[in-house]
């Protein structure tokens, strides 16, 4: 699921009529969903938290900040928060299937809209900042909004896009991409809000991107290590769980559990989880599921209430209850039975490409176990296995993204063609969707390549009694790749483009070449040592 957050910011926090437009606007976008609106009084300001595929994004984005610079009025506006205009900030953070680069090309094409169409003056900030002096967003904001005249007067601040004009009702909006922010809080046992704050003065000074401070929740009864991890990879919340823990026990105190507020990426959980099993010894290679009850249970997350990971894991929170990758696997098989065109080949070979990485992920994690296997050994086969349980994901979630590109193709062909504009609207619109179409099984083909190291690593390397398993990987891997090639072949003639067009098929077909050459050595490998008279026996914990 290829998932962008916004987290735009409107200054107007008290009328719940321009505040509900806003949101409306942003739902009304297909592909758009707005999952918080946070108003404050106080501040006169709304956070608004949505998500979007990245194609919709960007409409949905340039729709808010539309109805936001026809509903409020700056030369009337007080509160208490830094501000620069109606839309004050408009940052895309990269959430699943997004690069920070894709997210930064959203920025500027919002960026050059806004200026272009609603005479409001952007600059962009942070990851898609154009100058040094420009990433921080304090020092793009310094001055606000009564200071917004001089400071485009100035030529050093010169507007990234639009003129350098003060616009007086809607002042000018900082758009840009920035990494996912996660409010995270460790609790102890203790009530003493100043341990709380020499704990998290500590923390503060570990180096890492982590802000934290010391609070007191009454209700609770406890005090906590309030956090906000502003980059998830370099401090994920196992690492902050970990400092907050080490520095409790140094002064003496006890930390209970944790409290995550709001909504956190999946891969955040899937990564604690592996963090902890690694640290127990065992192999990180665990499906997502796995690794996420061990990162609930670890951190202690159902501490001060409840924790459901479907409610609080972004990307579950946006899947159809209909998907077909929640269907048994009867049901599944019976969809690809009927007489309708999806799920189609398409989605087949991401069910075989998720088989075979999920057998990869396997044998690494029972080979990692193994008594007396090499720690150097066990490294390299954590990384395998983990590679292997993030395509397997990836490409459960291609059952249904294969199904819904199709059915755009679909839709797109039956768009009116009666006038000489309905009929250009249409072949564009076909287009768009056939090159979607194929970018879908190409990025699977692509999903599948990348698993060939590793299935060469597990065949010589493995468990001698998961040779099975291996050789169903390996030719699940073929079949997958065939099926996504076939599948590329298939769009590709409805795509306009024709330079593009040639270079995914000639992409396509080293790719597929690849991972059929490869996984045939590797399938012929495991039949040599199956047949082999001292073959191991199957193991007996299969049967």
Aim: charged share 25%; with cysteine; net charge positive.
């Amino acid at each position: 699921m290829r998932l962008v957050e916004c987290v735009p910011n409107f200054s107007e926090g008290r009328d719940r009529g321009i505040i509900d437009a806003i949101a409306a606007a942003i739902d009304d976008v297909e592909g758009a969903t707005v999952l918080d609106v946070d108003p404050g009084a106080g501040a006169n300001r709304t956070v608004v938290t949505f998500v979007a595929r990245p194609e919709a994004a960007v409409e949905a984005g340039f729709r808010a900040i539309r109805t936001a610079s026809e509903r409020i009025d700056m030369r009337r506006h007080k509160g208490e928060h830094p501000r620069l205009g109606a839309t004050d900030v408009f940052p895309f953070v990269p959430v699943s299937g997004v690069k920070m680069a894709e997210c930064v090309a959203l920025a500027r094409a919002l960026g050059q809209r806004v200026a272009a169409e609603l005479g409001i003056p952007v600059d962009l900030y942070e990851h898609a900042a154009t100058r040094p002096e420009r990433r921080r967003l304090a020092d793009v904001r310094a001055g606000e909004y009564e200071g917004l005249a001089a400071k485009l007067a100035d030529p050093a601040w010169t507007p990234d896009f639009g003129a350098a004009e003060f616009n007086d009702r809607a002042g000018a909006t900082v758009i840009g991409a920035r990494k996912f922010l996660a409010a995270y809080n460790v609790n102890l046992d203790t009530p003493d809000r100043r341990a709380a704050a020499r704990l998290a003065k500590r923390v503060r000074d570990s180096g890492r991107p982590i802000r934290a401070i010391g609070w007191t929740i009454p209700e609770y009864g406890q005090a906590q290590v309030s956090m906000n991890l502003v980059d998830l990879e370099e401090a994920g919340l196992h690492d902050a769980f970990d400092l907050v823990v080490r520095f409790a026990g140094e002064a003496g105190l006890r930390v209970t559990g944790s409290e995550l507020v709001g909504l956190i990426p999946e891969r955040a959980l899937v990564e604690a989880g592996r963090h902890v099993l690694r640290r127990q010894g065992r192999s990180p290679a665990a499906p997502a599921d796995e690794a996420i009850r061990v990162a609930v249970r670890t951190l202690g997350l159902r501490d001060v209430g409840p924790f459901e990971p479907d409610e609080r894991i972004l990307e579950r929170r946006l899947r159809p209850a209909d998907r077909l990758g929640g269907l048994t696997v009867e049901a599944l098989v019976g969809r690809f039975g009927a007489a309708s065109a999806t799920p189609g080949g398409g989605s087949a070979a991401a069910l075989a490409a998720a088989c075979s990485a999920s057998l990869a992920g396997m044998v690494a994690g029972i080979t990692h176990e193994k008594k007396g296997t090499a720690s150097e050994l066990q490294a390299e086969l954590a990384a395998v296995g983990t590679a292997a349980q993030d395509v397997a994901r990836s490409a459960t979630a291609g059952i249904d993204e294969d199904s819904a590109a199709y059915e755009g193709v679909v839709a797109a062909m039956k768009l009116p063609k009666g006038t000489p504009e309905e009929i250009a609207r249409r072949r564009t619109a076909i287009g768009a969707a056939a090159r979607r179409a194929a970018e879908v099984p190409f990025e699977l083909l692509r999903s599948v390549a990348g698993t060939m190291d590793g299935l060469e690593t597990l065949a010589r390397r493995g468990n001698p009694s998961c040779a099975s398993d291996l050789l169903a990987a390996a030719t699940l891997a073929a079949a997958a790749a065939e099926t996504a090639h076939a599948n590329v072949l298939a769009n590709l003639p409805l795509v306009a483009d024709a330079r593009w067009t040639r270079r995914a098929r000639e992409k396509a077909d080293a790719l597929r070449q690849d991972v059929v050459r490869r996984a045939g050595s590797v399938a012929a490998r495991l039949r040599r040592a199956l047949a082999s008279p001292g073959a191991p026996a199957k193991r007996k914990a299969r049967r």
